[in-house]
């Protein structure tokens, strides 16, 4: 791999780590919102929902144009719309505002992250799953920046400040990429959206194990601040637990797509996400958060090991040319599924109580990992079928043509 496109992997990992430590402070200030501004555990589910909402509609409808040769300017405009985004959030005191700021902020991320992901996936195509592996090392790194970054700002300067400081560096981001040359590799594509890829089996399948995931991401955000208020866990523990679970996912990321390149991404994202399930579930049962925390450092360590399998299958389902519809595509069905979920275990934690929240997401899981892998068992069973990528047109899947 020539040393401009080693450049470009790294320059947007720390792109990518970047964007997710705004959402790392959002995360673990949502309790202080409902705390400080009488926002109920819906609002709050609500607030983190429809970002992921608005990040569907961008990845489905802008994602595309990527693939058109505007990676670069895609990326630039989804940066900047995530500044404003953070500012509003950063300086909002009622729901309103907080939730326009969080719509502007999810329109941006979803706007960038899958032109990212095409620039690094094209950088390197045999190193695919490595890559991936490490663009979510990244991702995850920023998220587990996020509670640092509160911890250390609020208590001196307020609410707004881990905000402001994020803003800041994505400020400077902006400067560094629009300066960088962007090596577009593959054909442009002609389509205008990316729903046509579903005709295929495999294709559907990888998308319905990415959803899996957010099943589990969606519950996970809008239930881990709040659960660890009502149990009344230090604060200092509860966000100890989100950057220790974060460590086993930033450390393992790369061997985790190399692995699920290897061996098969739905064989080793559909195990871990089986783990995962059961995890959640068990969350729902423990007595205390300082539990919680320690049952969390094992379901880590799965995750770290099989959470980019889904990424890696995406990948190899669809030609270079569709790789950031591909990945749109896929990021759009992740954000209204942990919208959906994050809403949904908002009110079941507030009616029915933590248990029901927990358990109806590890069903959830459960379902989608097994029609993923009802939908992609021909490709499952055949050890010989080489990348999918190769294919020419996303058509459905019927063995070794």
């Not at 919102?33 to 608005?54: C, H, K, M, N």
């Not at 109806?360 to 069973?381: E, K, R």
């Amino acid at each position: 791999m020539s040393p401009d496109r080693s450049a470009a992997i790294w320059l947007f990992s720390i792109l990518s780590a970047v964007l997710s430590m705004g959402y790392g402070v959002l995360f673990t200030l949502v309790g202080d919102w409902r705390d400080q501004y009488g926002i109920s555990e819906t609002a709050v589910g609500g607030i983190i929902g429809i970002g992921f909402l608005s990040a569907f509609v961008a990845q489905v409808f802008i994602a595309p144009l990527a693939d058109r040769g505007r990676a670069r300017q895609l990326i630039l405009l989804g940066v900047c719309a995530d500044i404003v985004g953070l500012l509003l959030m950063g300086f909002g005191t009622t729901l309103e505002v907080l939730l326009i700021g969080r719509v502007i902020s999810g329109v941006g991320i979803g706007t960038a992250i899958p032109a990212v992901r095409r620039i690094v996936i094209l950088a390197d195509p045999d190193h695919l799953g490595e890559n991936l592996g490490r663009l979510l090392s990244a991702d995850v790194f920023g998220f587990a920046l996020g509670p640092a970054i509160s911890a250390v700002l609020v208590g001196p300067f307020g609410l707004s400040a881990p905000f402001i400081a994020v803003a800041t560096v994505s400020a400077t981001c902006v400067l560094v990429v629009s300066w960088f040359d962007v090596e577009e590799s593959a054909e442009e594509s002609t389509q205008t959206l990316a729903v046509d890829l579903l005709r295929s089996r495999v294709v559907a399948g990888a998308i319905a194990l990415g959803c899996a995931v957010f099943i589990m991401i969606g519950a996970f955000d809008a239930l881990w601040d709040v659960v660890h208020e009502d149990l009344n866990t230090n604060d200092w523990l509860a966000n100890l637990g989100i950057t220790l679970f974060a460590l086993p996912i930033v450390i393992f990321g790369p061997t985790s797509g190399r692995l699920a390149q290897r061996v098969g991404p739905f064989r080793i994202g559909s195990l871990g996400l089986l783990v995962g399930a059961a995890f959640m579930i068990t969350y729902g049962q423990l007595p205390s958060g300082g539990w919680i925390f320690a049952v969390g450092m094992f379901h880590a360590v799965a995750d770290g090991l099989s959470v980019a399998s889904s990424g890696v299958a995406i990948s190899l389902s669809v030609p270079e040319e569709r790789q950031a519809g591909a990945q749109g595509l896929m990021g759009a069905a992740q954000s209204v599924t942990a919208g959906i979920t994050a809403v949904v275990v908002g009110a079941l934690y507030e009616g029915p109580g933590r248990a029901v929240a927990y358990g109806v997401t590890g069903i959830g899981m459960l379902v989608f990992v097994a029609a993923g892998v009802w939908l992609a068992w021909p490709f499952i069973q055949d050890r010989n079928r080489g990348l999918l990528a190769a294919d020419p047109e996303p058509e459905p899947y019927a063995g070794s043509r």
